[in-house]
């Protein structure tokens, strides 16, 4: 792939910081831009916010909620998206059970968008990174400037998601799927689910990281995207340090 242009899709509470790593390490190869995913309340249109706010034709790298919103511009425009790359993400509906649990934080949000925080944070990294004040601070810090307005609307946008991996076996561009072993938001299964069903994709597993990769393991996740837009692996065909690569379905 060419040096190209690359639109990174946040998750929830997640601002431009959650790539801020990427974005260097990657500045020599891509220019990238990261969408603003907090201005409407269903994933079809924060899919259309993106597309207005993309150039023609882009690669795109999604964390989380921003992989739901990822699926949904390349069932929209597949045309203009080059590449993709989907990091601690999958392509099912929400649970009833994971919807009930939103609508808690939903209700909570209200009266106290702190605990919010405090609730959502150990489940985003592992327990050694839940003791690093600046991954938690980062975190926080990313939390507040989405705020509590724009949480909520993040929230009903993922609760009423369509589950799309009917849709996967449609995808045909070079597709990268991130997934960390310790993910205790986004189990390694539902990975390698998504990964199974796109033609040619490329799983990559992060050992030692939770639902924070971009935070938790930076340098393993931008080596991983790197090789993505360029097609050349930083460490040889085999190895990207702090991952496992999988093995072709």
Known sequence: MNRNSVVMLPGLLEDA??????ISGLAEVADCIVADLTRSETI???AHDVLAQAPERFALVAHSMGGYVALDIVRQAPQRVSALALLNTNARADSAEATQNRQRLIDLAARDFAAVVA????????A????????????TQMANAVGPEAFVRQQKAIMGRIDSRSRLAEIRCPTLVVAARDDAIMPLE????MANAIPGSRLVVIESCGHAATLEQPEAVTEALHEWVTGEPPHGPDVVAGTRRAPPA
């Open 44 to 46: 079809e249109g924060l």
């Open 17 to 22: 910081e959650v790539y801020a790593h990427q």
């Open 190 to 193: 539902v990975l390698e689910e």
């Open 128 to 139: 050694k990174s839940l003791a690093n004040t600046a991954i938690t601070g980062t975190i």
């Open 119 to 126: 609730t959502l944070l150990p489940k985003q990294v592992t």
